[in-house]
């Protein structure tokens, strides 16, 4: 991804006729034995490729690692997580690992060099998030407060659908874009995007440097600016906005209780920690590391399982919970006398 993690082989870009022609040999052995595997789409117009992301979903029998070596015989394989990087007739090439849930979305997500990025901005601005997994929320004990703790509410891997609430024509993606103008046009006929959401200062240091490496995402900004795409008026109150788009979402994919649920589990847990934690344990005496074992024989007094014991912490007042620690630390200490 990138073209550039290998740094023990010597590559170079193709031309598009020698890349097309690398693709198709490629998936021709990898569909041997892994039945799903295929490459984002590109530009019919892009001329040259410094790389080829081949996204596949692996099943446990085949070990990866030893099928590159099997098929293709590379100088180099560079593993950086979830992604093979091997080196073919001077040319890399990634192997990208996917869930089988995420296969379909994460095809579109990388096609068009960054079509994830760019609609994954406008997410970000009005409250959602969208990755190779498809599109959530976060769902915070505060709501919009990232400082508090928060669980992943994931509303659809299903890119249709996606496209149908972002307001975006999926059957006009199906059939395909000629050129980067013509996909440009289509992020910015989005129902949520806004001009100002691509703005310098709508970006924080992080993102701005990764902005500045992406030719695709430059070239947007440029056609954005050629084609005099007005910024609109700025939002007075942008909590209300994600507020309203969240609540839309939550019913577009039928998500309100989750929503709730996960609202309800952080709750829980703000208050399993509020009534007890280990820090009731730190006076206990003796080696530190007994402390999860005196907790451990505890919390057996009041529920044979972890849910049993995590339910009777929130169906008791802290005054008994603390009261009942005590007596447990003293029977510690006598036995211990």
Known sequence: MGGNALKNVVTRRYARDEYLRLKERILSKVREHIDQCDVPREFPCKE???????????????????????????????????????????????????????????????????????????C??????????????????????????????????????????LGHDYERYAKGFENANEFFQWIVEGKY???????????NHAHRQRTSKRPIYIKFIAFLDEHEIPREQPIENRDELARDVRQQALT???KQDAYEKGLNARDEKRQFREKYSGKDFLDIGGQKQMIPVHMRNFERRFGKTDE?????????????IKSEVEKFKQELKTNRS
């Open 124 to 165: 970000h601005k009005i409250g959602l998030k969208y990755g190779i997994q498809g599109l959530w929320m976060n769902v915070h004990t505060k709501e919009f407060d990232p400082t508090t703790t928060s669980t992943k509410l994931l509303l659809s891997s299903n890119p249709q659908d996606i496209f149908a609430f």
């Open 48 to 122: 040259s490729f410094g790389d080829l992301d081949v996204l596949m979903v692996c099943p446990p029998s085949v070990k990866l690692h030893d099928l590159i070596e099997e098929l293709f015989h590379p100088t180099e394989i560079f593993k950086n997580g979830d992604v093979y990087s091997f080196d073919v007739e001077q040319f890399q090439v990634d192997f990208i690992l996917v869930p089988q849930e995420e296969f379909h979305n994460a095809i579109v997500y990388f096609s068009y060099s960054d079509l994830g990025g760019l609609i994954g901005n406008v």
């Open 252 to 254: 577009f994919f039928d």
């Open 308 to 320: 049993e014991f995590h339910q009777w912490v929130l169906n008791t007042d802290v005054v008994t």
């Open 193 to 203: 995007f806004r001009r100002q959401y691509f703005d310098d200062d709508q970006l």
